[in-house]
């Protein structure tokens, strides 16, 4: 007996969800991507005013002066909705895991030399607040940005930076063999040391602006912008071999992720300059109060950290954020650093 195996033909009636098919137009299978992140913002029906802000709706477009016809302009480049985004985080924790298992068997950070273990206790260590507070600066833009497109990558992002103060914390332990004295002194110095002070005041000063969009340029392209290049990056460059190594395995996933940052970035401020030459002249105007304020900020860190090289350090890290302005429809005007100016955003 020969067993008559048949095929079905099945057909979906709908292709997608309607809202997808009014964006993008009928039997159009959709992306996962469109499917989680287009047309998702809650804009009638609400119950009440914010009573702490009662000209506001609880979502409204007038939290920020910049203006768009379609907040679902802004695309992420890397499509992340929430399934992709773990599984690419899960594949990366996993070997970031691996490097530090590989640090603390070799004692590459605990054995390090004296000089080097101080300046990582000092300049790399403290970096774990900060990255709390652009966790909180990141939060802001999720609960008062408006469109799904881009408070979705946000939220993302928030909890990328919590990610990144808990690797942080990490590199303490294993400078210090699983002890929380380093951590003890990094908090410390974030809190007393010269060369943080500037720092916590820019952030602290992010902390109460209102613009979310502001936030969201200050924090993740400009202060970014200067940190990573510098802090987990080129630091390598003054360190002992033994420590430099151990340095770059530990803050391998940060360079990665600030490479996806760039582009997420540049995306947004690219699609909000194109819109109207009134945003472009208002994200010019960020950047020209901000930058300069911020190259201050940090420049008692560069200088801790590069010596007589901070200026030529810092003013690459400048030239590059100026550069990814322009290439995003922002003229831009801050010039090169050689010494800091004492301005304040």
Not at 200 to 222: H, P, S, Y
Not at 248 to 258: Q, S
Request: net charge negative; aromatic share 12%.
């Amino acid at each position: 007996m020969q067993p008559d195996i048949k095929i079905s033909d099945i057909r979906p009636i709908r292709q997608t969800f309607s809202h997808i098919a009014r964006r993008f137009g009928a039997d159009k299978p959709a992306t996962r991507y469109q499917e989680a992140t287009f047309d998702l913002q809650p804009e009638v029906n609400f119950h009440y005013k914010p009573l702490w802000q009662p000209q506001y709706d609880l979502y409204d477009v007038r939290r920020t002066a910049i203006v768009m016809g379609d907040w679902y302009a802004f695309r992420d480049p890397r499509h992340y909705y929430y399934g992709v985004y773990v599984q690419a985080r899960a594949r990366q924790q996993e070997v970031q895991e691996s490097n530090f298992e590989f640090v603390d068997r070799r004692g590459m950070l605990r054995d390090a030399a004296e000089a080097d273990r101080a300046l990582l206790t000092r300049l790399l260590v403290p970096l774990r607040h900060y990255e709390w507070g652009a966790n909180m600066n990141n939060c802001a833009v999720v609960a008062y940005g408006y469109g799904a497109a881009i408070t979705q990558a946000a939220q993302f992002h928030t909890m990328d930076r919590l990610g990144l103060a808990q690797y942080l914390t990490r590199i303490g332990l294993l400078l210090d063999g699983n002890g929380t004295a380093v951590l003890d002194q990094a908090r410390q110095d974030w809190l007393g040391d010269p060369c943080w002070q500037g720092v916590r005041a820019c952030m602290e000063e992010l902390f109460v602006t209102a613009d979310w969009f502001e936030v969201l340029l200050a924090q993740n392209f400009l202060f970014d912008g200067l940190v990573y290049p510098l802090a987990m990056s080129r630091l390598e460059q003054v360190l002992g071999p033994q420590a430099a190594s151990g340095y770059a395995l530990c803050t391998e996933f940060a360079t990665n992720w600030h490479e996806e940052n760039v582009r997420w970035m540049d995306a947004n401020l690219r699609t909000a300059a194109a819109e109207s030459p009134a945003n472009a002249a208002l994200l010019k105007q960020w950047i020209e109060r901000w930058l300069p304020a911020w190259i201050d900020a940090f420049w008692p860190w560069a200088t801790a950290a590069f010596g007589d090289q901070a200026g030529a350090a810092v003013g690459e890290a400048v030239d590059e954020l100026v550069a990814r302005a322009e290439r995003a429809g922002i003229a831009a005007v801050v010039s090169s650093p050689s010494a800091p100016r004492g301005g304040k955003p």
